[in-house]
């Protein structure tokens, strides 16, 4: 017979209890666990009925966790750390060139200077398995937390995270949003006010992704109306494709822009007063002591310092 300990922090226990936590939707939550409602319903309940108290309780039709629940979610979140903390040493005693990296992209990020790193890694470091997931900001976060994931690349400063104590950051490049458009009356700006750019129709990408929410915050900063959306797209090359081929403007990051300049009737410019930010790895704590993540990364920057990064990007496009 299982002991109270076991029942209560099982693996699936634990699972099940963290993403309705995160979700506070016994729909969602099934949903993404790949298990029905009733079975996640039903696992809840006992690990209630095991600790003795009701985790969570209903306002209306939203759940919210109670003080009990607050508890478990506290101590949960310890036995995570805990348990990557002893992963992270035991892999601190591993080789250098052996061994695998698993690397979060924000699907909003140009791929093309990181699929060529990854291309010469293999070639001088063919032990070392890398791979690449591209995911939204919800799921990097989620994935970086559970220790599925060595390495993000994103972008910062990233308001949404409020702890930040677990994580450490390495910057790539400093970025600039361009404002993309196919107005000639405007094609000899290189400043655009923010209340300039409304007139047409946009295609963004999507709520929740981090340029997004970098606009909105710049247009409200600036107590201008947001431009109305008339489409969405994960990946830069899907919204400047859709731009040029419906003249709706958008907003794509500089180093997405590079090597682009000759695309008919379809001007940039800077957003007035910019808006910029970090393009970073983000890892835990104590990750960039792992033999094979603290080489990769020496390996990106030799890699960088022989042609930086927009260089590389330049380059790569005119192949």
Same mark, same amino acid.
């Given at each position: &017979?299982?002991?109270?300990?076991?029942?209560?922090?099982?693996?699936k226990t634990?699972?099940?209890?963290?993403?309705?936590?995160?979700?506070?939707?016994y729909?969602?939550?099934?949903?993404?666990?790949?298990?029905?409602?009733?079975?996640?319903?039903?696992?809840?309940? /006992?690990l209630?009925?095991?600790?003795?108290?009701?985790?969570?309780?209903?306002?209306?039709?939203?759940?919210?966790?109670?003080?009990?629940?607050?508890? &478990?979610l506290?101590?949960?979140?310890?036995?995570?750390?805990?348990?990557?903390?002893?992963?992270?040493e035991?892999?601190?005693?591993?080789?250098?060139?052996?061994?695998?990296?698993?690397?979060?992209?924000?699907?909003?990020?140009?791929?093309?200077?990181?699929?060529? =790193?990854?291309?010469?890694?293999?070639?001088?470091?063919?032990?070392?398995k890398?791979? =690449? %997931?591209m995911?939204t900001? /919800?799921?990097?976060?989620?994935?970086?937390?559970?220790?599925?994931?060595?390495?993000?690349? &994103?972008?910062?400063?990233? @308001?949404?995270?409020?702890?930040? /104590?677990?994580?450490?950051?390495?910057?790539?490049?400093?970025? @600039?949003?361009?404002?993309? %458009?196919?107005?000639?009356?405007?094609?000899?700006?290189r400043?655009?006010? =923010?209340?300039d750019?409304?007139?047409? @129709?946009w295609?963004?990408?999507p709520?929740?992704?981090?340029?997004?929410? $970098?606009? %909105?915050?710049?247009?409200k +900063?600036?107590?201008?109306?947001?431009?109305?959306?008339?489409? +969405?797209?994960?990946?830069?090359?899907?919204?400047?494709?859709?731009?040029?081929?419906?003249?709706?403007?958008?907003?794509l990051? +500089?180093?997405? &822009?590079?090597?682009?300049?000759?695309?008919?009737?379809?001007?940039t410019?800077?957003?007035?007063?910019?808006?910029?930010?970090?393009?970073?790895?983000?890892?835990?704590?104590? /990750?960039?002591?792992?033999p094979?993540?603290? %080489?990769?990364? $020496?390996?990106?920057?030799?890699?960088?310092?022989?042609?930086?990064?927009?260089?590389?990007?330049?380059?790569?496009?005119?192949?």
């Amino acid at each position: &017979m299982k002991t109270k300990q076991e029942s209560i922090f099982s693996s699936k226990t634990l699972t099940y209890f963290l993403q309705l936590a995160e979700t506070m939707n016994y729909t969602q939550a099934a949903q993404i666990l790949g298990i029905t409602q009733p079975a996640l319903t039903q696992q809840i309940k /006992k690990l209630e009925r095991t600790v003795g108290a009701p985790l969570f309780y209903s306002v209306g039709k939203k759940l919210r966790l109670s003080d009990a629940g607050y508890t &478990m979610l506290d101590a949960t979140h310890k036995i995570y750390g805990i348990l990557n903390q002893a992963t992270d040493e035991i892999q601190q005693a591993t080789s250098a060139t052996q061994g695998e990296i698993n690397i979060g992209l924000l699907a909003s990020i140009e791929d093309a200077v990181f699929e060529d =790193f990854a291309i010469l890694s293999y070639q001088n470091n063919p032990d070392i398995k890398i791979s =690449f %997931h591209m995911l939204t900001r /919800k799921e990097i976060w989620e994935q970086l937390e559970n220790n599925r994931i060595d390495l993000a690349i &994103m972008y910062l400063p990233d @308001d949404s995270i409020k702890n930040w /104590k677990p994580y450490e950051s390495k910057k790539i490049i400093t970025d @600039d949003l361009l404002f993309i %458009h196919h107005d000639e009356q405007l094609a000899k700006k290189r400043r655009i006010k =923010f209340k300039d750019t409304t007139a047409n @129709d946009w295609a963004l990408y999507p709520d929740g992704y981090y340029l997004n929410q $970098a606009l %909105h915050e710049a247009y409200k +900063n600036q107590l201008a109306d947001f431009p109305k959306g008339v489409a +969405n797209f994960t990946t830069p090359t899907q919204l400047l494709h859709f731009s040029m081929q419906t003249q709706v403007s958008t907003a794509l990051p +500089n180093s997405f &822009m590079v090597g682009q300049d000759d695309l008919p009737n379809t001007w940039t410019a800077h957003f007035d007063p910019n808006i910029r930010c970090d393009l970073a790895f983000v890892f835990r704590k104590g /990750k960039a002591e792992i033999p094979r993540i603290s %080489h990769f990364l $020496a390996q990106f920057d030799r890699y960088l310092h022989t042609d930086d990064y927009i260089s590389r990007l330049k380059q790569l496009r005119n192949k």
